[in-house]
């Protein structure tokens, strides 16, 4: 199977090339696009890019797989179609090596939703307790990885990737605007009403299509609206 | 929160409700446009300054006229966000856009008294 990988040493090299790859990949095998990559860095030791759970939880093998964005450790390699396989970084971030790219400006969104429970009453003698049906519309938004596939694959975010939050980062505030445990509610919209960071989403749902866990932004930032809405007429 | 300084207006949530209703309005104006056309036996002036002159559609017109004129305010800031990088070029571009919008509205109430 032919591979052509994005390689890029911006230590050494003037400008971005990619690199033909050839493996002997049995058939019928389910070797993942991860597998594969790890043994082309035997081939070629100097490849490098991001791996750790190699199933899917971690988040950290983002790739742009045959133009579309993925985790290589849950994309068999068989599912590939085409004579290549077109291996590229994570678009619109800056490349520190080869496969691996700066993942700053996305966590700066993340960071700036502020991703954790803020309550300000009395705290409980025990816990904060959450009916199973309060608890029930947290599925579809906790699940998230920060794998960074979705705002990469996002228009606006190329665009405005300091301005506009993405819709990973959107995802996760819905996440809390919806706790039932939080009551930052309020100022939570206040810091999203702007021109750029909720509302710069034009729905294209490139967000939708690439999740690798099957999530929907769009719909999370549909919801963040509507409450905006509810507090704003 | 993001500041922008020639937006049409100053939230996020405002902009974006403006857009949608102002688009519902051209809406409804070019559908009733488009059912008078197909429905009027002649289309000759005097059948158009029938139209025209009722003080009703004068106020309707108006309104289309000015949900044209936001409405392009508000789509053109964004595409200039989105494409047009350079400060200066942006400034110039959205200052353009702002001036053109209002000119056109003022031309435009003119020519529908004028009937």
Same mark, same amino acid.
């Given at each position: ?233 | ?31 009733? /446009? !488009?059912?008078?056309? @197909?429905? =009027?036996?002649?289309?000759?002036? %005097? *059948? ?16 289309? /006229? !000015?949900?044209?004129? @936001?409405? =392009?305010?508000?789509?053109?800031? %964004? *595409? ?21 919008? @209002? ?13």
């Amino acid at each position: 199977m032919q591979f052509s990988i994005y390689r890029y040493n911006p230590e050494t090299d003037k400008k971005p090339r990619m690199q033909d790859y050839e493996l002997e990949i049995e058939a019928g095998s389910d070797m993942m696009l991860l597998d594969a990559l790890i043994a082309l860095k035997e081939q070629d030791p100097t490849l490098a890019f991001r791996r750790s759970c190699r199933e899917g939880v971690c988040g950290s093998d983002g790739l742009n797989i045959n133009g579309k964005n993925g985790l290589a450790c849950i994309t068999p390699v068989s599912a590939l179609k085409g004579k290549k396989v077109i291996v590229r970084p994570l678009p619109g971030l800056p490349v520190i090596r080869d496969l691996v790219v700066d993942m700053a400006q996305f966590y700066r969104q993340y960071e700036k939703i502020r991703p954790y429970l803020i309550n300000n009453d009395e705290p409980p003698a025990r816990e904060h307790l959450q009916s199973p049906e309060d608890r029930a519309k947290l599925d579809g938004l906790y699940e998230c990885i920060l794998c960074a596939c979705c705002s990469t694959a996002c228009p606006s975010f190329w665009w405005n990737p300091d301005k506009f939050v993405g819709p990973s980062g959107l995802l996760q505030a819905y996440r809390f605007l919806i706790d039932s445990r939080d009551t930052e509610t309020s100022s939570r919209l206040a810091d999203l009403d702007d021109a750029y960071s909720l509302f710069r989403c034009r729905g294209i749902m490139n967000c939708v299509d690439v999740c690798p866990k099957g999530l929907n932004p769009t719909r999370a930032i549909g919801h963040i609206r509507s409450m905006m809405l509810q507090q704003g007429l | 929160m993001v500041t922008s300084a020639t937006s049409f207006g100053r939230s996020g949530l405002h902009d974006w409700v403006i857009q949608r209703v102002t688009a519902v309005v051209l809406a409804a104006y070019v559908i009733y /446009l !488009a059912a008078f056309v @197909f429905s =009027a036996e002649s289309l000759e002036f %005097i *059948v158009w300054q029938g139209l025209f002159g009722k003080l009703w559609f004068k106020i309707f017109s108006l309104l289309a /006229l !000015a949900s044209l004129c @936001f409405h =392009a305010w508000i789509g053109m800031w %964004i *595409v200039s966000t989105d494409y047009i990088k350079p400060t200066g070029i942006r400034m110039v571009f959205q200052v353009l856009v702002i001036l053109a919008c @209002f000119a056109f509205l003022i031309w435009g109430a003119q020519i529908f008294w004028s009937v």
